[in-house]
């Protein structure tokens, strides 16, 4: 099956319903598109990006936002947690 993807002046795409229906995405998805070598011709590779499935991990946001991330913060702020409590 063969399916016609428009773009923009802006490099934007519109992708038809079918496809995006078959592919399991949805508006703000993110798509991940790999380039492949199939004997002497070069082909792209259309597939969505995982998702994280668990019904939870959104939950945690609300206390992450605002934090930095990176490793030494995170090993701070875990220090300072059990500094503050009588083990």
Avoid: N
Avoid at 19 to 46: M, N, P, Q
């Amino acid at each position: 099956m063969k399916q016609t993807v428009k773009l923009t002046s802006k490099r934007q795409a519109t992708f038809p319903a079918q496809l995006c229906r078959e592919l399991g995405v949805a508006a703000g998805d993110d798509l991940i598109l790999e380039r492949k070598k199939i004997g002497d011709e070069i082909s792209w590779l259309l597939r969505p990006e995982k998702k994280i499935e668990s019904k939870w991990f959104g939950g945690l946001r609300k206390y992450a936002a605002g934090k930095t991330h990176d490793m030494e913060s995170i090993r701070r702020s875990i220090g300072k947690t059990v500094g503050d409590k009588d083990i």
